[in-house]
């Protein structure tokens, strides 16, 4: 079975700081991808990034980077300068990969950022 | 062009009461998905359309759930006779295939609030 596991519950920074999100993850499946999802307090989930699983690459997008290591099953999301509009639930998510068939989302619990001034 | 849609955005229901939650997928999404977000909580999966067939039923909590597609598009999720621990967000998501057979990321609706009282 699947698990998504996000030890983080609640992460309080100043702005401008720099946080990183942890995410660790289990699955049997060698080939699977992982995601992350913002969601402000208007309740929408919003995609940040997909990641196969056999791309390690770390990748980084403007204030975001993800570090994924296989090694010890984590994709690690940082917010560099953090900004008030950060603030949010960040879902971390895994999925099978099997082609020819759609693939449930395994979510983990959430990590709450709040950035304050 | 357009997101993934729900209606309503809120309902209020008394226990006991049927309920129907509206799904309007991207336009060519062939995979439809439901979950539910309890308070302060991650998602966790319901059910899945691939075109009009629910290959993955797993997730419904029990046989008061129940859900349907039509025309590889709307999809309503019914929950009959209500009970309170069905309060809930429940969100929809679609997404679509590549060439080869794999799913694309899924992108997420706004929710549905049920609050039963």
């Known amino acids: 079975a699947q698990k998504v596991t996000q030890a983080q519950t609640e992460i309080s920074v100043v702005e401008k700081e720099d946080v990183t999100l942890d995410c660790v993850y289990e699955t049997r499946d060698t080939t699977y991808y992982l995601f992350w999802y913002k969601q402000p307090p208007s309740g929408e989930l919003v995609f940040l990034i997909r990641?196969?699983?056999?791309?390690?690459q770390n990748e980084i997008s403007g204030r975001y980077s993800w570090n994924f290591q296989k090694s010890t099953s984590s994709f690690n999301f940082t917010i560099t300068a953090s900004q008030v509009v950060d603030s949010a639930v960040y879902f971390c998510?895994?999925?099978?990969?099997?082609?020819?068939?759609?693939?449930?989302?395994?979510f983990g619990t959430g990590t709450r950022l709040q950035v304050t001034l | 062009g357009a997101g993934v849609s729900q209606s309503p955005s809120n309902k209020v229901t008394e226990k006991g009461k049927d309920v129907e939650l509206r799904c309007d997928p991207i336009s060519g999404h062939t995979a439809l998905y439901w979950y539910r977000q309890r308070l302060g909580q991650g998602l966790e999966f319901l059910i899945y359309?691939?075109?009009?067939?629910?290959?993955?039923k797993s997730g419904l909590p029990s046989d008061r759930f129940s859900a349907e597609r039509t025309g590889e598009s709307v999809s309503t999720l019914t929950i009959q006779r209500t009970q309170q621990e069905d309060s809930a967000v429940y969100l929809c998501a679609s997404s679509s295939k590549t060439s080869g057979g794999a799913e694309e990321t899924q992108y997420f609706g706004p929710g549905t609030r049920l609050l039963v009282l």
């Open positions: 990641r196969n699983s056999f791309d390690e």
């Open positions: 998510a895994l999925s099978e990969a099997a082609t020819g068939t759609a693939s449930k989302l395994t």
């Open positions: 359309f691939q075109g009009n067939s629910a290959p993955d």
